[in-house]
């Protein structure tokens, strides 16, 4: 498809996996299963397509309290996705990089995590970011305690906090903010996704479910991206 202005950064909150497995008569797990399937064609698509950053919500830090049968499926499958995928990755130039609270992994999805961030360190293609035990706010309570540690043990004074240096300590360090955040499953919000990367994101909300979230909507949304004129507070 020839979109003139590609979002560079995309990030997708992927909403919408228990309820299309419950209008089917199936477990909440059965539709994140079918959700990873749709992380596998977006995410060829997106590379595809020319995006240089695609960040996915898979887990975040308020989803502990769902069932714990439930979290421990995400955790799973996420795992499985990754020790599954990571040899498609390298060969298309995929980087994957974990954001998110990683303490409270067990040990051996941990392990998985670093495997696949390591092999992929040096692709360019495009730069996978999964969110998982992920919230905004949380992330910018670690880089403050991050700095603060600096300033306390004299690396750094206060006067050289600056926008940037807080950018450098959040887990996305050295990824440009996102240009545009699509959100499925038919509710508004951005549900502390990428707060501070997405200051100036634009919006898309699709009503399409995330296990039915393909190609056409994907190009629905870039298409909605494209007819946007970005004034990032200026005037035109
Ligand atoms: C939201 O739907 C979805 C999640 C909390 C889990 C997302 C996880 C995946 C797509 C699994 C695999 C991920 C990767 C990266 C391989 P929901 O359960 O809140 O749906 P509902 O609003 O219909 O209940």
């Not at 941990?110 to 949380?138: F, P």
């Not at 499953?185 to 296990?211: C, H, I």
């Amino acid at each position: 498809m020839d979109i003139i202005n590609m979002p560079a950064h995309v990030g997708i909150i992927m909403d919408g996996n228990g309820r299309w497995a419950t209008a089917r008569g199936l477990s909440r797990t059965e539709g994140h299963k079918e959700g990873a399937n749709a992380v596998r064609r977006i995410i060829t698509h997106a590379r595809r397509s020319g995006v240089k950053v695609l960040t996915l919500y898979a887990f975040s830090t308020e989803n502990w309290s769902r069932p714990q049968a439930e979290v421990s499926a995400i955790m799973e499958m996420v795992g499985k996705y990754l020790s599954k995928e990571t040899s498609t990755m390298v060969e298309n130039g995929i980087r994957m990089r974990l954001i998110g609270d990683k303490s409270r992994f067990s040990k051996s999805l941990l392990g998985v995590i670093e495997h696949s961030e390591e092999l992929t360190s040096d692709k360019e293609d495009m730069l996978l970011q999964i969110a998982l035990n992920y919230g905004g706010r949380d992330e910018l309570v670690r880089a403050a305690k991050k700095i603060a540690s600096l300033v306390a043990e004299g690396t750094i004074s206060p006067s050289d906090i600056t926008e940037k240096l807080i950018s450098d300590n959040l887990d996305t360090k050295g990824a440009m903010d996102c240009d545009l955040i699509i959100r499925t499953g038919g509710e508004k919000r951005t549900s502390n996704f990428l707060m501070w990367q997405g200051a100036y994101s634009e919006l898309y909300f699709s009503d399409v479910l995330w296990p039915d979230f393909d190609e056409d909507e994907f190009d629905r949304a870039m298409q909605f991206f494209s007819q946007r004129q970005r004034r990032f507070g200026g005037i035109k």
